[in-house]
């Protein structure tokens, strides 16, 4: 699968950029991660423009959650319970992912990108949720820049080690930055709280 995507990119180069982010946000099972750190090494042969490619594979993430969100204000949680696992949308990971946005509100939508199981079932949720569309396109869109922008610059920088080295980033930098993210937003959390006590 993974070597006929590549042959996809090499061939078709910018339009099979924005396709696969797009399916590949709504849930299909495209490795976006992998894909996108591919994508990176190929502007560093000059293959491609290394900003324009940021720029495509940004666009296609932003049109994968439009759709979702557009689905889940639609449609709304039953149906999506009833006929998501179609495109691994199951209960359990939609439950999930209800857990992550109960808790971490919008921001679930901004750092959902860098954790696996998360990111395909959050516009979904905030669709169903009713969140008014400038609000979520606004954490949507941080979320989507700082995902395409850290996995191409970081397969732009892998180089030569690429084949070595995608499965540990796939394995392994998601989770990481995604768990750094949710840190971080935690601490901020929990400063606005004790500020508002200290008022």
Do not use: Q
């Amino acid at each position: 699968m993974l070597e006929l995507l590549k042959e996809w990119i090499l061939e078709f180069g910018y339009l099979a950029m924005y396709g696969f982010l797009a399916v590949g946000i709504i849930g299909l099972p495209v490795p976006d991660e992998i894909l996108m750190t591919f994508i990176g090494y190929l502007t560093s042969l000059d293959w491609f423009s290394y900003s324009l490619s940021i720029a495509v594979c940004f666009s296609g993430s932003m049109t994968g959650m439009l759709v979702s969100y557009a689905i889940g204000h639609k449609v709304g949680k039953p149906f999506l319970t009833r006929y998501g696992k179609w495109i691994k949308l199951t209960p359990k990971r939609l439950d999930k992912a209800e857990g992550w946005f109960r808790r971490f509100g919008l921001w679930t939508v901004t750092f959902g990108y860098f954790v696996p199981g998360v990111r395909h079932f959050t516009c979904y949720l905030a669709g169903i949720s009713g969140v008014r569309i400038w609000r979520y396109l606004l954490y949507a869109g941080s979320g989507a820049l700082l995902w395409t922008v850290t996995f191409i610059t970081l397969g732009r920088f892998i180089g030569n080690n690429l084949d070595a080295t995608m499965k540990i980033v796939h394995r392994y930098v998601g989770i990481g930055v995604g768990a750094a993210a949710v840190i971080a937003c935690l601490a901020a959390l929990i400063i606005l709280r004790g500020r508002k006590r200290m008022i």
